[in-house]
């Protein structure tokens, strides 16, 4: 530290070199010597710019000001992108539901339909469904897939691959079933996957295929709900959905299934057709409220 001092008090001319000499040494004197001879041939580049003292006080108040890198500028490009992608996204968002006792036919833009049943919903995308063919579903429904990229359906339960077929989705409560009228579809559920062709169908319960022993047509699906093998709860869930009504049991018969068709049209018809082959009667409470007992009773 006192060679230091020593140094600056010679730089500034406060001693002589004997004396820096006599402090530093002989060594270190001369070293001394050749760093400010270096200095002294250090020379800066003349500016011919006569404007450069204006120019370069600019830049020094310029590099005081924060800059904004280049890559927060793709960064605030890439979200005003993507902020437009997912508003885009949401505009285009579609979702159907019918409401009790309403029936529905979806016409998608690839041709394709959907004959949706009471209490039933859909939703998929108008902008994504152009490159991939994806629709969320819920509830009751038959397909009617026009060919072309490959068409999926998915639902709490489980989903559905199709190309081109006809086919129906059951899936209320816990309970889903895929029936298919034409062509040929992949069902998967629960880690299992199945593939039917037409006038088979497959269930969560069994998981077996099993052929459909019934024919599905527009006609039929206006005025007929049709099962096979299905759990009674769930025929009375859709049956509650298509008439507006309110079903309770005395005595819900357990691991019970129905397998035929009812009208959608004829309330009192469709209650006699379904619980009468369980010896069960339908008995009216009060509006649009029904209790369901015994025959006996």
Same mark, same amino acid.
């Given at each position: 530290?006192?060679?230091?001092?020593?140094?600056?008090?010679?730089?500034?001319?406060?001693?002589?070199?004997?004396?820096?000499?006599?402090?530093?040494?002989?060594?270190?004197?001369?070293?001394?010597?050749?760093?400010?001879?270096?200095?002294?041939?250090?020379?800066?580049p003349e500016r011919k710019d006569p404007n450069?003292?204006?120019?370069?006080?600019?830049?020094?108040?310029?590099?005081?000001?924060?800059? *904004?890198?280049?890559?927060?500028?793709?960064?605030?490009?890439?979200?005003?992108? $993507?902020?437009?992608?997912?508003?885009?996204?949401?505009?285009?968002?579609?979702?159907?539901?019918?409401?009790?006792?309403?029936?529905?036919?979806?016409?998608?833009?690839?041709?394709?339909?959907?004959?949706?049943?009471?209490?039933?919903?859909?939703?998929?995308?108008?902008? *994504?469904?152009? $490159?991939?063919?994806?629709?969320?579903?819920?509830?009751?429904?038959?397909?009617?897939?026009?060919?072309?990229?490959?068409?999926?359906?998915a639902t709490k339960n489980g989903t559905i691959?199709?190309?081109?077929? *006809?086919?129906?989705?059951?899936?209320?409560?816990?309970?889903?079933?895929?029936?298919?009228?034409?062509?040929?579809?992949?069902?998967?559920?629960?880690?299992?996957?199945?593939?039917?062709?037409?006038?088979?169908?497959?269930?969560?319960?069994?998981?077996?295929?099993?052929?459909?022993?019934?024919?599905?047509?527009?006609?039929?699906?206006?005025?007929?709900?049709?099962?096979?093998?299905?759990?009674?709860?769930?025929?009375?869930?859709?049956?509650?959905?298509?008439?507006?009504?309110?079903?309770?049991?005395?005595?819900?018969?357990?691991?019970?299934?129905?397998?035929?068709?009812?009208?959608?049209?004829? $309330?009192?018809?469709?209650?006699?057709?379904?619980? *009468?082959?369980?010896? $069960?009667?339908?008995?009216?409470?009060?509006?649009n409220n029904y209790k369901i007992e015994s025959?006996?009773?």
């Amino acid at each position: 530290m006192e060679d230091q001092k020593y140094l600056a008090d010679w730089m500034e001319g406060k001693i002589t070199d004997e004396e820096l000499k006599e402090m530093v040494g002989e060594a270190t004197f001369l070293s001394y010597a050749q760093i400010i001879k270096t200095l002294d041939n250090w020379s800066v580049p003349e500016r011919k710019d006569p404007n450069f003292e204006q120019l370069a006080a600019k830049m020094a108040l310029v590099k005081k000001e924060k800059k *904004t890198p280049k890559y927060t500028w793709f960064a605030i490009a890439a979200s005003i992108v $993507l902020i437009f992608s997912v508003g885009l996204y949401q505009i285009n968002s579609v979702k159907i539901t019918t409401e009790i006792a309403n029936y529905k036919t979806i016409d998608l833009m690839d041709g394709s339909k959907i004959y949706l049943e009471p209490n039933s919903t859909v939703h998929y995308n108008k902008l *994504t469904y152009r $490159l991939y063919r994806n629709i969320e579903a819920e509830g009751t429904m038959v397909f009617k897939v026009s060919k072309g990229a490959p068409f999926k359906v998915a639902t709490k339960n489980g989903t559905i691959a199709v190309l081109g077929t *006809t086919f129906k989705v059951l899936d209320r409560l816990n309970f889903f079933k895929v029936s298919c009228f034409e062509g040929k579809v992949k069902v998967g559920m629960q880690n299992n996957a199945f593939t039917i062709k037409a006038s088979e169908e497959v269930d969560n319960v069994s998981k077996e295929i099993k052929p459909v022993e019934y024919e599905w047509n527009e006609d039929i699906q206006s005025t007929y709900a049709t099962y096979q093998h299905t759990p009674l709860e769930v025929v009375v869930a859709d049956l509650e959905a298509i008439y507006a009504i309110d079903i309770s049991f005395s005595n819900m018969p357990e691991k019970v299934y129905f397998s035929g068709r009812y009208s959608t049209v004829n $309330l009192e018809e469709a209650l006699l057709t379904v619980f *009468t082959p369980f010896h $069960l009667k339908a008995k009216k409470i009060q509006d649009n409220n029904y209790k369901i007992e015994s025959l006996e009773e």
